[in-house]
């Protein structure tokens, strides 16, 4: 039923196809039709960061950037559903058109550019949803901001949202906002680090919960630049790590339409890289803080992979958008198997 539904909104564009297929979720949802068209997909909890995750396959952040389908992305089966990125003002992104298919390729490439109505609408959403199981909003700063004051724009988002968290991931990682990658590296981590771990402390006095902080890093790292930075998310005792965002490489998608535009690359041509650097990452970090494995996750063997490089949890997007529902069953039965 997805192929067929997937050959419709694949003759529309592929943002209007996203907007479309988010309305039809929501409606669906309304409808209580998800819950009867789509099987349950096994109960497989998995414990990480100190949080029961219902199956090990949770939907990646970008596909739901307000957080408008929860509840209907947690009827299709996901075992948990990271909204975002959200900053702390609304903004319109980059200018249209941002998002490309490469079909062939199985891949995506897109600069949408933090795109989002802002922390305040998304949290009157997170009040709304009936979901039960873990949430993760991913929070990053305003296009206008300063990377110098960068800070400031995670602090407003991380106050803003922590009560209604599963926990919160820190996007330090999209290729689509000026000047971002540079919070990964050195003193400005460092700072940036212990800012976080400092309001998250004085957030689970106020509220009474401890909400773990996962960092999301890029692919497009040396192995020793990832080992630097392993060592001082432990060094500041931050609860994950997200691994990896969209690449800027191009070498699997040359000579294909589109594959020269500007932005993150996902899909299948990420997969061996992202897990690459994930076993990079989990040798570095030696069991001290969990792995979410993300990044070409398209089929049960990439997921399995993942987990087998040292992942706890995968997530998937792009695959979702090929291969829709029946990756969430396929791909937690893969990683159950891994235990």
Excluded: W
């Amino acid at each position: 039923m997805y192929q067929l539904a997937r050959k419709i909104l694949f003759k529309f564009s592929p943002e209007t196809a996203h907007d479309l297929t988010m309305d039809m979720l929501s409606a669906s949802q309304r409808l209580g039709l998800l819950k009867c068209l789509f099987k349950p997909v096994p109960s497989v909890p998995t414990d990480v960061m100190g949080l029961t995750f219902d199956n090990p396959v949770g939907l990646a952040a970008g596909l739901d950037k307000d957080g408008e389908c929860i509840d209907a992305f947690g009827s299709l089966g996901f075992g948990f559903v990271e909204v975002g990125t959200v900053t702390p003002r609304p903004q319109p992104g980059n200018p249209k058109p941002r998002l490309f298919r490469i079909v062939e390729r199985e891949a995506i490439i897109n600069r949408m550019g933090f795109n989002n109505k802002g922390v305040d609408h998304l949290v009157e959403n997170l009040k709304k949803t009936r979901y039960q199981g873990v949430i993760g909003v991913n929070i990053g700063k305003n296009k206008v901001t300063p990377v110098e004051e960068a800070e400031s724009d995670y602090l407003t988002c991380l106050r803003k949202v922590y009560a209604y968290s599963g926990y919160v991931a820190v996007n330090l990682s999209s290729p689509n906002t000026p000047g971002l990658r540079q919070l990964q590296f050195g003193d400005t981590l460092k700072s940036l680090l212990g800012a976080l771990k400092e309001e998250q402390g004085k957030l689970a006095r106020e509220h009474g919960k401890y909400v773990p902080l996962a960092i999301k890093l890029a692919p497009d790292m040396t192995d020793e630049e990832i080992r630097d930075i392993a060592a001082q998310l432990v060094a500041y005792e931050i609860d994950g790590v997200i691994s990896t965002n969209t690449t800027l490489e191009r070498e699997a998608v040359q000579g294909c339409k589109n594959a020269s535009e500007d932005g993150g690359l996902s899909g299948a041509p990420l997969t061996d890289l992202s897990t690459q650097k994930i076993r990079v990452l989990a040798e570095a970090l030696d069991n001290k803080l969990p792995i979410i494995g993300v990044g070409g996750v398209m089929d049960a063997q990439s997921a399995a992979d993942k987990i087998k490089a040292g992942a706890s949890l995968v997530q998937i997007y792009s695959g979702f958008i090929y291969r829709g529902p029946d990756l969430i069953r396929e791909a937690s039965e893969a990683v159950a198997a891994c235990r």
